[in-house]
């Protein structure tokens, strides 16, 4: 079974300096990982995703985030945060391993509310 | 939020009650998905759809009841059955294959009174 941890459900930073989200996951094969953001009372907006090659993948605002095969990690960052970063991040992994009719669900963490203060 | 519409966006029943949330997506996406979000458990699959006409149970499926007769459209009905129905709905749609991302709708609060 697939399953996604994130440690932290809050994490706060000053803004202008760098943000970190944990994520770590596990599958009983490859993972596809995938970073969504959420406002308040609003669907969640696609970040970035890891498939295959390069670990360090970049993506939508600013954000990139590193895959760790070796920690199974998958952790979301931004170089200089920015209050309209402050929002509910999520992580989510789909075992590409799982059968044909299972193919499409991804499991999601809990959810990492981030405070980014002026 | 593009491509994908939630209605209502704020629903409240009394207890005994079916309704049904609206789910409706011009992306031309094969795949949508019924999650539900309640607070420190992020998000947990009711039911899914791969393609017109079959849909499968996700973890949470009991109580809830689905369609999915057009391609674009994707009902959900919150059953009287359902013994805590409160929450915030979540549907989404995607491209069917394993790599692609799943766009979500707005959401639909739903209060039980």
């Known amino acids: 079974a697939q399953s996604v941890a994130q440690p932290e459900d809050q994490v706060n930073v000053a803004e202008g300096n760098p943000l970190t989200v944990k994520c770590t996951y596990s599958?009983?094969?490859?993972?596809?990982l995938f970073w969504y953001v959420q406002y308040p009372n609003r669907g969640l907006q696609f970040l970035l995703k890891y498939i295959t090659g390069d670990n360090l993948v970049k993506g939508s605002y600013g954000f990139e985030a590193e895959f760790n095969k070796s920690q199974t990690s998958f952790h979301l960052k931004k170089p200089s945060a920015l209050v309209s970063d402050s929002a509910l991040y999520f992580c989510?992994?789909?075992?590409?391993?799982?059968?044909?009719?299972?193919?499409?669900?991804?499991?999601f963490g809990a959810g990492t509310q981030v405070v980014v203060t002026p | 939020d593009g491509g994908i519409t939630q209605s209502p966006k704020y629903l409240f029943r009394k207890e005994g009650q079916n309704v049904t949330l609206s789910c409706e997506q011009n992306?031309?996406?094969?795949?949508m998905y019924w999650y539900r979000q309640d607070p420190g458990q992020g998000l947990r699959l009711i039911y899914y759809s791969q393609i017109v006409n079959d849909f499968q149970k996700g973890d949470i499926a009991e109580g809830y009841s689905v369609s999915r007769e057009k391609k674009e459209s994707f009902p959900l009905t919150v059953t009287s059955a359902q013994k805590n129905p409160t929450a915030f709905y979540l549907c989404?749609?995607?491209?069917?294959?394993?790599?692609?991302?799943?766009?979500f709708g707005p959401g639909t609060r739903l209060t039980v009174l």
């Open positions: 599958v009983s094969g490859n993972p596809y």
């Open positions: 989510a992994v789909r075992d590409i391993s799982v059968t044909t009719d299972s193919w499409g669900k991804l499991q």
């Open positions: 992306l031309n996406h094969d795949a």
């Open positions: 989404a749609s995607s491209i069917r294959d394993t790599y692609n991302e799943q766009f």
